[in-house]
Each structure stands twice: as C-alpha cells, then as structure tokens.
C-alpha cells in the first residue's frame, strides 16, 4: 500500500455512504468509517519511519516532459496533521449518526464530509504545491457543501456562501504566491521550496510572495480582519462545526504559516504581519466570545482566538514558540473538537443553544456535565490538563519576545488579558449551561443521549487528561517529530513536564485562572459597557456587499452589452488588433529568402475561386441559402489545399467537418427568415470595413512572417519518432493519440460538454415549422422522398465501412478515430434527412450522451492504465503478433485511445445535429395550428 493508494480509497469511500445508505443508518455509518480507517492504520504503520526521522515521498508522473508529477510526502507535521484528520474524522461519523434525524439524508452527508477529510488530507501530505492549492480549493468547496446542508435554512445558505466567497479569495491569492514562488525556485516540488528559504526571502518579490500567501492563510484559518466569516458557519450541523473547526478547515490555514515558515519567516516583515495579525486575532476573538449567548457561538469565537494565539506564536520567530505553536494545534483540536459535540448534545436532548434559556441541566445530564467540566477546563487552561501545558509554553515564549523593543513588556501583558478572557468564557460555559438556575422554556425536557453519541466525547476528554498527565509519553515523540520538520534544524531544548517549579509563566497562569473567576463573577458590569455598541450582524453586512458588487456588475454589463452581435466582434477583432499589432511592430522586418514553389494552372483557379466565394460570401450574407453555398465552396477548396500540400488527415477531416456544418446551417436555417433587410448605416458600414481591412492586414503580415522568417519547428521530432516512439508510421495521428494525447482527451471533453450544453439550450425550444419560403411557395409535402431514402439507407453500409477501414488505417495511413468518427455522423445524420427523426429514433436505439461519456471514459481510462505498469500517464504500448493466416499485425493501446475519441465524435455530432433535427418532428405547432 502507498500514501496514493490511501488518497484513492478515500475517493472511492466518498461513494460508499450514498451506495450503503438503503441499508440503514447502522450500515451506512460502519462502511463510511471503512475508509477513513484503512487511511488512519497505514498512517499508524508509518509513525516508526517518521519518529526516526525518515520522510515518506512518493511519486507519480504525470506528464514528465512538462514537469507535472503527482507526488506526495509524509514527515513529521504532515503526520500530525494527518492523525488529527483521521482520528477525528472518525469520531465525527460516530457521533454524526447519532446527532442527524432520520430524515435527513444521512448519506449525502457522509459523502460530502468524506470528500472533505480527503482534500485536507491532500493538503497535508502534497509534495507539490500545486496539487496542494487544488486541494486547498476542494476543501472550500466542500466546507460550502457541509455548512449549507440545512439548505432549506436562510443562515445556512448565506454562512456557506461567506465561507465560500472568502476562503477562495483567499485562495486564489495564495495561487498566486505560490507560482512565484515555484518562478523563483525553479521547481514546483514542495521538498526543493522548503530548502530554498534564503533564495526566496533575498528576492526582490518576497514583500509581494509573503503578503498572498499570508492572505491565503489568514482567510482559511479566520485571522482578523478576515474573521467574521467563521462564527456564521455554525449554521453548519454540528458535527460539521466540530470537525471542520477543531481540526481540519480552520486549521488548514495554520498548516500553510507551518508549512511555509522554513521559507517566509525570519524577517521582520514576517514578525509584524504575523505576530500582530494573532495577537488582535486572539484578543478580538477572547472578548468576543463572553457576550455570545448561543453555545457555538462562543466556542466559534474561543477558536478564533485560539487560531490567533496559534499564529501569534508563529510569527515570534523563535524556535520555542514554533514548538509551542504546534504543541497547542495538538491540544486545541481535542478539546475544542469534544467541546463542540457537548453542544451538540446539548442542543439534540434540550432543542436550543441559548445560554439564557439554558441552565441548571447538571441535574438532568450529569455524566455530559462532568465531560464537558473537563474539556472547558482544558480550554481555560487548567493545571493537568493538556491546554494548561501548551498555554504555559505560550506564555513563557511571550516573556522572552524582544522584538517589539521598549514595547515588548506589552505582549505577556496582552497574553495573560486573553488567558483571562478564556478562563471567563469557559467559566460562562460551565456555569449558565449546568449551574445557573434552573431551564427556562425548554422546547422539550432534557435528559443524557444515547450511549454511542458520548463515546467519541470520552476519548477526546480522556486524551485531554492523559496528554496533561503525561505529555512526554503521548506526544513527545509526535511533537518532537513534527517541530523538527518545521524548523529544519537541531531541536531547541524544552520541557515537557508537568511541573517546571515556581516560576513567571506560572504566576501568570494563576492570574489567568483567578482574574477569570473576577472577570465572570462581575461579568455584569462588562455586559452594561457592551451594550452601549450596536451590535452588528455580518451575514447582512456581506450579502450588502455582494449585492452592490452585483449591482455595479449588472450596470456594467448593461452599459456593455446591448444585444448587438456587431458590437461584440467589433469590439474582440478591435482587442485582438491592440494585442497583436504592437509585437509585430517588433518584428524583425528582414526577409529570408524562401524558394518559390511552382503552381499551375489548376492551383491558380482554385485560388481565384476560394477568393470569388469569400468575396461572394459577405456581398451575399443577407441571402443566406446563397451565402451557405458559397461559403461550403469555400471550405472544399480549403480541404482540396490541404490534400495539395501533403496534408490528407487534415483534407479528410476538413471535408468532414464541412459536411457535418452545412447540415447544421441548414438545419438552423430552416428557423430563420430567408433574406434580412440592410441594418448597418453607413458609418457603421465604413467602420466595419476598416477593423476588417485591419484584421485581414495582420494576418497577411503574420502569414508572410511565417514564410519569411526562420522558424525552427518541431516536425522532425515528431517524423523521427512517430515509428519507434508511438508505433505508427501517420505522424498526424500518433500526434493526437499520443505525444499530444492529453490535448486530444481535453478536446473530446469540450466537445461532450459542448454537445451537452447545445442539448440543455436546445430541450424546451418550441419553434413553429415553416409552412413555405420566404415567396410564399409551399414546401412540398413530400418531406422524405423515397428516392433519398432508397439511396440514403444503401450508402448506410458502405459509409460505414469506409468509416471503419479509416479507424482502423488511421495509426499508420490517413485516417484515425476523429475522421472516422465524423464519417460515421455524416452517414448516420443522412438518414434523419432522408427519413426523419420519428422513422430513426426507434431503429437507433442509443443514447448519444451515454456514448459520449463512454467514449471520454474509454480515453481516460487508457492513459490510466499506463499507470498499472509504472509509466506515466497515457504511455502508448505497442507490439508486433503474427497471427495465423493473416500474418503479422500490429497491436498499440493507442487504437483503444482513438476509440474513445470515435465514440465521442460520433456520440457529440448525432447529439446536436439531433437535437436541432427534433425541433422539425411532427409534434411541434405549425402556423396553421
């Protein structure tokens, strides 16, 4: 087994929980938990290599002439991050089944909170920074899909789309610091990044570099000023909050400052930017968090503040605050993850979150009490408990930051106002839910949930007592493992005991502990000084921004587009001229000699011709049967030039394709008036001749640049390898199926998309059929001649297997699956001309859609296969079989990659000439209906 093959599964468990859902909730939990398990145990089998310093990295090519390789690496703090993933990914699924109703689709759920572990875990384990910011994009994709599963709930839909609309800005930003970055290395392996530090910070680019990266951080992990988004994402089910808040989503930001810290740190810009942004993160958060009366909303903004000390200590540059960061990343998503699910529960077994309804439940939920005691208690930072210890090491590491200068006294001051305020709010916590008073207008009694649904709270709780008990020994190793690949050098000297004597950081603690017992018990006279603000609700605030951004755009839009088709190629022919002409002005003007090739008296005609139908084709454009034949003149004498000048595979194809549009024309031009009135004035007429005559200047000067100008071309490669390299002798097809074959799958699936979307527009258009032409003459009534149909149905046969003979020749003569293809569509598309589409439909009994993802797949899947044989994607394989009485013949998998394209064609071409076909059948209304 391999990190790939972990990635994979997880991809595949994405399916199982909508597959097993019919089975039961029972069922449908313990397949969904099979995945994430197989993940977490390899993971498990890995701790030995990586505690002894070793780093996992695996690779696999994908296109390797380009650079592009999938690669993925497993060191300390991707296994750490890692376990956090798994571990309490799989107690969400416990408890998620027992929280979600048996209404709701507890599949879909899974499903997406499945895709969600594997694009974190992506992240995690990305040797390569761009496959890291793909995965980076899906986790926001994800969350989008998790937060606004309560869809049918307005806070749920405009909390998805905040958390969408800010996590991908940011994300686009890191983009763009992360292509820079790769510029500046040379590589976009995150292995050679990390060792290029004083590279990138020696670049002129490093303020630009730090400033989008940092963005793409703080957005993700909710750094001020980018905040706000995280408390409306509690419109989330709860399991989604404390998964996503605890130890994945929010943290994904904190894994990239860590990432990244060998590489960005170390400069002043980086202290400041970093280490202010956590430190007001963290206070703003603390403070907030006192006055929230709903449950999640207080834990949302005690995380927000915990992310904010997290990035605090990352920004002191020092290697103690780098282990101390990491160290409370550990312990943060344990209790916050447990403190999260106790609301939960709350909530599932009382039906509200609200602090000032709640209180007094110790005499109804005991045991729910005692867990949630110990996880606040962890939070506030409470002696033997394993926040106490990280919270200790944060407040030491603060004493000795001296970079504010005189202003240094000023952090361990501001550290210890936000330990107080967390001791107040965990207090608050404790006391209003379990303590104060008695439940006021419950919606329904309260009472202990159901065995199971505690479970995954034990384990946390209990790993809160055993890390605060005995940390050297649960995380010791873990810790050190990961602050070694952080920091990149020798480990700096600390302690992880429970019991460092009197000192500083203890005084300070006890000063959190007692001034948050004053703060809570007088908490009244801050509720009075709170209220005199008006209290603001971003949800409002950012659907008014978005809904002026939309405004300005619809203003714009409208300003720019009035529906004229003139205006928009004007406007791109105008735009295309800006960008072309000035690089041509560039241009070395010197011609080189070239010699003349001979022409005749045939090739001179064909010349005059194209250019007579050209020149007929625009002075006739008005008359639109007319200007169809002229411009189909057109198009065979440009397939007649091409078989002139050696080019048979595109001669073929152009024909084809010639074929195919002008049934597509007419098939259109049945719909539309037969001649159109002038429209154009003769300013515009004047303006309209002079971009063409613009436009028709920089193509002749770019062509006579191409045929004067020496150019080394890549044709001989291709001619010398088309034989031994992809096993066919027809350069143009190996090209295609081949050394371009990724080009080629990308083409076919534009053209599947393309047909579907033709069909989307094309399926509720009710068009009245045309009872005569534009003189009043009736159509015959004759619609299918019998003569055509005669013809048409014995060509049938020959045209395919002519189409076949040209598949099948097409590696090594003319021909190939995109030729054959639309030869196959040409002779199937004249039979719905010759009979109709209610004589065919019944004898052509296929979906042409299901043909079109069958043929993308059949490509896709044989590049794949290359894979199974360790070479990179979309390796052709070939080899010569005597077969008896035949002889000797030769087989490559590149014949299986044209099939696909065959089938696509064929399916993409029938799909839209058929789909404008159907608006003519006979159950469409007629004028005299």
Not at 25 to 33: A, F, K
Not at 401 to 420: E, K
Not at 520 to 547: C, N, T
């Amino acid at each position: 087994m391999s990190l790939f093959w972990i990635t994979a599964i997880l991809l595949i468990g994405v399916l199982v929980p909508v597959v097993t859902e019919r089975f039961g909730r029972t069922i449908n939990t313990i397949c969904t938990m099979v995945a994430p398990a197989i993940a977490l145990a390899y993971i498990i089998s890995l701790i030995p290599a990586v505690f002894g310093g070793e780093v996992v990295v695996e690779y696999l090519e994908w296109i390797p002439a380009a650079g592009l390789t999938l690669s993925l690496h497993l060191d300390g703090l991707a296994l750490m991050f890692a376990l956090l993933i798994l571990g309490i990914g799989l107690l969400i699924i416990v408890y998620a089944r027992y929280y979600l109703s048996k209404k709701e689709a507890v599949g879909r759920f899974f499903a997406y909170l499945i895709l969600f572990m594997t694009a974190m875990l992506s992240i995690v384990l990305s040797n390569n920074v761009l496959q890291m910011w793909m995965a980076w994009e899906v986790t926001s994709i994800s969350s989008f899909l998790l937060i606004s599963f309560w869809s049918t709930k307005s806070e749920s839909r405009k909390g998805a789309r905040m958390a969408l609309t800010v996590t991908a800005a940011g994300g686009l930003a890191l983009l763009a610091g992360l292509l820079i970055i790769a510029d500046i290395v040379g590589s976009y392996e995150l292995r050679v990044i990390l060792a290029s530090g004083d590279l990138i910070r020696e670049s002129a680019l490093y303020p630009v570099i730090l400033i989008l990266v940092l963005a793409g951080a703080f957005t993700k992990s909710a750094q001020f000023p980018f905040h706000f988004w995280l408390p409306h994402a509690m419109a989330a089910p709860t399991p989604v909050s404390a998964y996503l808040h605890s130890a994945t989503m929010v943290k994904a930001g904190i894994f990239l400052l860590a990432r990244m810290y060998p590489v960005l740190s170390g400069t002043e810009m980086w202290f400041l930017i970093v280490s202010m942004t956590g430190l007001i993160t963290m206070l703003l958060g603390a403070y907030i968090a006192l006055f929230k009366h709903d449950l999640k909303g207080l834990l949302a903004y005690s995380t927000i503040s915990h992310l904010g000390l997290i990035t605090l200590l990352l920004g002191l540059n020092t290697p103690l605050a780098t282990v101390a960061a990491l160290f409370h990343i550990m312990n943060h998503a344990v209790f916050k993850a447990s403190l999260f699910m106790i609301a939960g529960i709350i909530d599932h077994e009382s039906g509200t979150r609200d602090m000032r309804k709640l209180g007094g439940l110790w005499r109804f939920m005991p045991y729910t009490a005692t867990l949630a005691m110990i996880a606040a208690a962890s939070m506030a930072g409470v002696p033997l408990l394993n926040g106490f210890l990280s919270k200790e090491m944060f407040l030491a590491e603060t004493l000795h930051s001296s970079s504010l200068g005189f202003l240094s006294w000023m952090m361990p001051v501001l550290a210890t106002l936000a330990a107080i305020f967390a001791v107040a709010y965990s207090m608050r916590f404790i006391h209003d839910v379990f303590f104060n008073g008695e439940p006021k207008d419950l919606p329904k009694t309260p009472h202990e949930p159901t065995r199971f649904m505690k479970v995954p709270i034990e384990i946390l709780v209990a790993l809160c007592l055993l890390v605060g008990i005995f940390p050297t020994f649960m995380v010791g190793d873990l810790l050190a493992s990961a602050s070694s690949s952080v920091l990149m050098t020798e480990l700096p000297y600390y302690s992880l005991a429970i019991w460092h004597g009197f000192n500083i950081p203890l005084l300070m603690s006890a000063i959190a502990i007692v001034g948050g017992l004053i703060v809570y018990a007088y908490r009244s006279h801050l509720y009075r000084f709170q209220a005199q603000f008006q209290e603001s609700d971003e949800k409002l605030i950012f659907e008014g921004v978005i809904q002026t951004l939309v405004g300005y755009a619809v203003k714009a839009h409208n300003g720019l587009s009035n529906g004229s088709l003139q205006r928009y190629i004007a406007a791109l022919l105008l735009f295309t001229i800006a960008i072309t002409a000035v690089p041509l002005i560039h241009l070395n003007s010197v011609a080189t000699r070239v010699p003349d090739q001979p022409v005749s008296g045939v090739e001179i005609t064909a010349a005059i011709i194209l250019c007579l139908s050209a020149i007929a084709t625009v002075i006739y454009h008005r008359k639109r049967m007319i200007a169809l034949i002229t411009l189909s003149v057109v198009g065979l004498i440009v397939s007649i030039s091409f078989a002139r000048f050696s080019a048979p595979d595109l001669a073929l194809t152009q024909l084809s394709v010639e074929v195919v549009t002008v049934i597509l024309l007419m098939l259109a031009l049945f719909f539309l008036p037969q001649k159109t009135a002038s429209e154009s004035s003769p300013s515009r007429v004047v303006r309209d001749l002079g971009i063409a005559a613009a436009i028709g200047g920089l193509v002749a000067t770019i062509n006579y640049a191409f045929i004067t100008q020496p150019i080394d071309t890549i044709s001989e490669f291709f001619l010398a390898n088309s034989k031994t390299g992809g096993g066919g002798t027809n350069a143009v097809n190996v090209i295609l199926v081949d050394f371009r074959g990724l080009d080629t799958l990308g083409e076919i699936l534009v053209l599947g998309v393309a047909a579907l979307g033709i069909f989307n527009l094309l399926a509720r258009v009710r068009l009245a059929m045309p009872s005569s032409n534009e003189n009043g003459i009736p159509w015959s009534q004759d619609r299918h001649p019998p003569i055509l149909a005669m013809i048409s149905q014995a060509l049938l046969p020959l045209a395919l297997l002519v189409s076949f003979y040209i598949f099948l020749r097409g590696h090594n003569m003319p021909g190939g699956g995109f030729i054959a293809g639309l030869i196959t569509a040409v002779a199937l598309i004249q039979q719905y001309i010759a009979h109709g589409v209610d004589w065919v439909k019944p004898r052509i009994k296929v979906e042409y859609q299901t043909l079109i993802s069958l043929g993308v797949l059949i490509a896709t899947f044989t590049g794949i296969a290359s894979w199974f044989f360790g070479r990179p994607f979309m390796t052709t394989w070939f080899d010569y079989f005597d077969i008896p009485l035949i002889g000797e013949i030769e087989l490559a998998s590149a014949l299986v990659f044209d099939l696909g394209v065959y089938l696509t064609v064929v399916g993409a071409t029938l799909f839209i000439l058929a789909s404008l076909g159907k608006l003519t059948s006979s159950h469409r209304p007629t004028p005299e209906e």
